[in-house]
C-alpha cells in the first residue's frame, strides 16, 4: 500500500523526531561536587596564567554512553570549588578518576615550566580521586614543577 507506513516505520520516525527534539534517553550518569586544591610540593600555587585540573573517570560505558570528563580552574591560590561535565559546576562522575593537570600560558598555549609532563597525560599522572556520590569530595593534589 502506498503512502502508508508499517508500525515498526512509524515508531524509527518517533524514535528519530525524539531525538531532534531533545527527547533523548536520560544521562545515566549522575554527578557529585568536588572542590580541592593544586599546589606545589612545597604548598605554593602553580606558576601559570591558567591551570585546569581535568577529571578523568576511569568507569566504564553504560550501553552506548560513555562517561564525560570533569573541568575545573584553578583560582590563583590553587583552589578550586566546583567542576563541570555535564552543566556548569554540576561536579563529577562518581567513581575513580585519573587527575590531569593543564597549565597554560596568558595566551593559552602549553605552560611545559610550570607541571611536569607526567601530570599533563592520563596515562602517566600518578594523581587519582575516588569521587563519591553524595559524599565529602575535597582533594588537595601535589603537583611537581616542570623543566
Given at each position: ?14 524514535s528519530t523526531l525524539g531525538l ?10 549522575s554527578t557529585s561536587p568536588v ?33 564525560q570528563p570533569a573541568q575545573a ?75
Open positions: 500500500m502506498r503512502g502508508r507506513c508499517s508500525a515498526t516505520q512509524a515508531l524509527c520516525l518517533i531532534w527534539t531533545g527527547c533523548a534517553p536520560e544521562n545515566p550518569f572542590s580541592g586544591r593544586v599546589t606545589y610540593d612545597d604548598g605554593q600555587p602553580i606558576a601559570a596564567a591558567t591551570v585546569i585540573v581535568h577529571f578523568i573517570p576511569q568507569a566504564p560505558a553504560v550501553g552506548n554512553k560513555h562517561p580552574m584553578l583560582q590563583p591560590d590553587g583552589s578550586f570549588a566546583f567542576a563541570s561535565t555535564f552543566a556548569r559546576d554540576d561536579g563529577a562522575i562518581p567513581g575513580h578518576h585519573k587527575i590531569v593537570i593543564e597549565a597554560m600560558n596568558a595566551d593559552y598555549s602549553p605552560c611545559p615550566s610550570a607541571v611536569d609532563v607526567q601530570f599533563s597525560d592520563p596515562d602517566q599522572s600518578p594523581l587519582s580521586v575516588e569521587v563519591l556520590a553524595g559524599g565529602e569530595n575535597h582533594f588537595e593534589l601535589s603537583v611537581v614543577r616542570g623543566t
